[in-house]
């Protein structure tokens, strides 16, 4: 396999409008960013991937693009952009472009002109059918609930969108809009970006006849395409959102024979929470081991044959302490013990931001405080179906995406160093989760994030080593081992609150503690959370 560079990285990603605002507006900005290029270096990560910082009127937060070459102006100018690339590059930092190229907003004049001129050439860069009973084409549903098919009277046509109705789908079968997109897509490597991350890449190929949204037929030959047009020539990294990615399937995307993308963000890890065939809401008790079952099976089959990504969080995830691990009396030492577990493994990690302090979510009373159209749309739907409000609530504030993106804690002042204004949504409590009481502790969680992504550059074993899973029984204790060469590694996480046993006598051979969340011996027996990773003889 080849080394490029993002096998041994480390990816950070920004949801800027919640990072740092410097115009006192409470809304984060390009410059917040700028600002913060030091604190990142210090953590050690190698690129930035930045949420949509592109024109947008903003009903899914920048991933509705009404231009993609223009920045939206809350954020800043393109001036800032260059600036950004330019001042992160001089410390080995990348910058990765979201890429939302599924759709567009309904704003965007390609959507505009084929919504007021049936003849226009973008009326073909969109989904349309006819529908002669007045009912839609078929029953497909949004992923934000309702139809995906939003009638226009004055065409007498429906157009197709597998997300909010202002997010009509491109027509990924018309080669002209391809066209359009990869010169948007070398517009911007041209000014010298990283990367791109290809929000909800696995809709491209879809067949709405067929009621084929994920990995239709023509998928893999469009990125094909793509990657000829645009990146393919390049020194980048792309990763794909694929929630509906197998092994085999992100092993098509990820091969380097095939000349698609360096890897998928695949999801099966965060569907363990929820009830099977049902919505993400739903929720399911969690159980560690079947976890490591899923994670175990990724790293061995996509060893050789693919690149995994590796993450806890992002911007429509709720924090990971709060879900898989403790946020109350176990936070720091539950979210040491997530990072030691993702972190030996093979694949490329991403860092969401706020992850390094172990922010967490934040719950909220009702409807009124929620911003994210995810949930509103679910609990209008989930009122009229017959959902008492207190359950909505409850299912928000365990799975909302709003939980991840409140402003990032810079310190412990009224408004968490995010701003000196009102924030467009509120930061919580930051009196002890901040990235300021962070960097005075030695012990903190943050540490451990530099110490790991460190490690990761360090010890090839990390990112080239074979991969064993270690039964541990019947406890929350999760085992495994990696070997390269000469070296093997065993991690050992315990994934509950209460004590229990590892009884691998491996732990007489150890050769050297590359790190350990407690201040004690490593024996036999592990304290709440205690995890550890080991090189051994
Ligand atoms: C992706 C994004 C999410 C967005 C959706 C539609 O899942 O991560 O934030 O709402 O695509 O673009
Ligand atoms: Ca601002």
Not at 106 to 118: I, K, L, T
Not at 370 to 389: A, C, L
Request: aromatic letters at 12%; hydrophobic letters at 35%; one cysteine or more.
């Amino acid at each position: 396999m080849k080394t490029n560079w993002w096998k041994k990285a480390t990816i950070y990603q920004i949801y800027p409008r919640s990072f740092q605002d410097t115009n006192d507006d409470g809304i984060g900005d390009l410059q917040g960013i700028i600002q913060h290029l030091d604190y990142l270096e210090f953590l050690g990560i190698d690129a930035v991937w930045l949420s949509p910082i592109y024109q947008s009127p903003n009903e899914d937060n920048g991933y509705d693009i009404s231009d993609y070459q223009v920045i939206n102006p809350e954020y800043g100018t393109m001036n800032d952009v260059e600036t950004l690339i330019k001042k992160a590059k001089k410390r080995n930092i990348r910058i990765i472009m979201d890429l939302v190229v599924n759709h567009t907003s309904s704003e965007h004049p390609w959507f505009q002109s084929a919504v007021h001129d049936p003849k226009s050439e973008f009326h073909n860069f969109y989904i349309w059918r006819k529908s002669y009973d007045e009912k839609p084409p078929n029953d497909l549903q949004s992923n934000f609930g309702g139809s995906a098919w939003t009638y226009v009277p004055d065409l007498g046509e429906y157009y197709f969108h597998l997300h909010a109705k202002e997010q009509p789908d491109l027509n990924w079968e018309n080669p002209s809009m391809r066209q359009e997109i990869y010169r948007m897509m070398n517009f911007w490597i041209e000014k010298g970006v990283g990367g791109f991350r290809l929000d909800v890449i696995d809709l491209i190929g879809k067949e709405p006849d067929q009621s084929i949204t994920k990995n239709g037929p023509k998928l893999h030959e469009l990125l094909q395409e793509m990657n000829r047009c645009t990146f393919g020539n390049y020194d980048l990294v792309t990763v794909g959102e694929t929630w509906g990615a197998t092994p085999e399937i992100a092993q098509l995307y990820s091969n380097e024979s095939r000349d698609e993308l360096s890897m998928v963000f695949q999801f099966e890890h965060i569907n363990l929470d929820k009830q099977v065939g049902k919505r993400k809401w739903d929720l399911k008790e969690l159980d560690p081991k079947e976890l490591h079952q899923v994670f175990s099976k990724w790293q061995t089959e996509l060893a050789d044959k693919g690149w995994n990504s590796l993450f806890w969080n992002n911007h429509d995830l709720p924090r990971i302490i709060s879900r898989w691990g403790n946020d109350q009396e176990y936070r720091v030492l539950s979210g040491k013990m997530l990072a030691i577990y993702l972190y030996f493994l093979q694949g490329t990690p991403y860092l969401y931001q706020g992850e390094e302090i172990g922010m967490i979510n934040y719950p909220v009373e009702s409807i009124d405080e929620v911003n994210d159209i995810e949930s509103r749309r679910m609990y209008d739907e989930r009122i009229n179906s017959g959902y008492t409000k207190e359950e909505i609530i409850a299912s928000i504030n365990v799975k909302g995406r709003d939980n991840g993106r409140h402003p990032m804690h810079w310190d412990d002042s009224k408004q968490a160093g995010f701003t000196t204004s009102i924030p467009w949504l509120p930061v919580g409590d930051s009196s002890e989760i901040n990235v300021a009481t962070a960097l005075e502790d030695q012990t903190s969680l943050f540490y451990t994030y530099k110490k790991l992504i460190q490690f990761r550059k360090k010890f090839p074993v990390i990112t080239e080593g074979s991969f064993e899973s270690i039964s541990t029984g019947d406890t929350a204790i999760l085992a495994y081992i990696r070997r390269y060469k000469e070296e093997t590694l065993l991690v050992v996480v315990n994934f509950s609150n209460e004590s229990d046993h590892f009884l691998l006598d491996s732990t007489q051979q150890i050769k050297e503690i590359l790190i350990h969340n407690y201040e004690k011996e490593i024996s036999q027996t592990l304290l709440p959370y205690e995890s550890y990773a080991v090189l051994l003889k």
